[in-house]
Structures are given as C-alpha cells and as structure tokens.
C-alpha cells in the first residue's frame, strides 16, 4: 500500500486496510501475511499484525 505524501496522516490506509481485512474476513480468510517496509510496519502494527523473520501476519480475523 502507498499513499502519496501529500495525503499522508489523514487515516487513508488505516481505512482502506480495515476495509481489505473486513473483506477477508467476509470471504472466510483466516490470516493475512504481507511484506512491510519500515516506514508501513507501525500502520501494520497498529491494526494488530504482528511481526515475523521478513513478513507481517494479521491472524484471529
């Protein structure tokens, strides 16, 4: 996920993943796993994905 600096802090990608994570959920997904950069890990974090060795997981959808 990306937003354009312009547009950062304004809750973007905060509701856009909470509405990707609620369609798994939908769709009888039970984990998520995604790459993080440095930058995107605490969004990540702060929606309750956890960190692994190179990749973050969101589990109990």
């Not at 354009?4 to 973007?12: A, H, S, T, V």
């Not at 905060?14 to 798994?24: G, K, P, S």
């Not at 929606?47 to 990749?55: L, P, S, Y």
């Amino acid at each position: 996920m990306y937003t354009k600096p312009l547009y950062r802090r304004n809750g973007i990608a905060i509701r856009t993943l909470a509405l990707l994570v609620e369609d798994a959920k939908k769709r009888g997904i039970t984990s998520i796993s995604l790459e993080a950069t440095e930058m995107g890990r605490p969004l990540y974090e702060k929606f309750g994905f956890v960190q692994m060795k190179n990749e973050m997981e969101y589990i109990e959808i």
